[in-house]
């Protein structure tokens, strides 16, 4: 089963319970709305800095939305293990 993106929870776990845009949201964490938006739609990786503005504003722990991105990162590259063109290495 694909593990959910952080961003995915983020929408719906916090954005969504507390009735939040995504501009409202940029403005509480003190971030750029670009920047949420690109997390909250799934198109860049939640950084170690935004899941502790997350935890210091909302409570969320910033090991778990880290963890979380690292389920779904390690989920991505093992569906795309084909593309990485290495042998292991054998001693002599």
């Keep these: ?3 959910s993106h952080p961003g995915d929870f983020i929408r ?3 954005l969504e319970e507390f009735n939040l845009s995504i501009s409202r949201a940029a403005e509480i964490l ?3 709305r670009a920047t949420l938006s690109d997390l909250v739609h799934e198109k860049t990786s939640l950084s ?3 899941a502790l503005r997350i935890e210091k504003t909302f ?3 910033m090991e778990t939305l880290l ?3 690292a389920w779904f990162d390690s989920y991505t ?3 795309n293990e084909d593309h990485i063109q290495v042998e292991r290495y054998q001693t002599i």
Excluded: A, F, L, Y
Aim: proline share 10%.
């Design 1 to 3: 089963m694909k593990p």
């Design 12 to 14: 719906t776990e916090i």
């Design 30 to 32: 003190h971030v750029r």
């Design 48 to 50: 170690p800095e935004m």
């Design 59 to 61: 409570g969320v722990s």
């Design 67 to 69: 963890q979380m991105q």
């Design 77 to 79: 590259m093992r569906r």
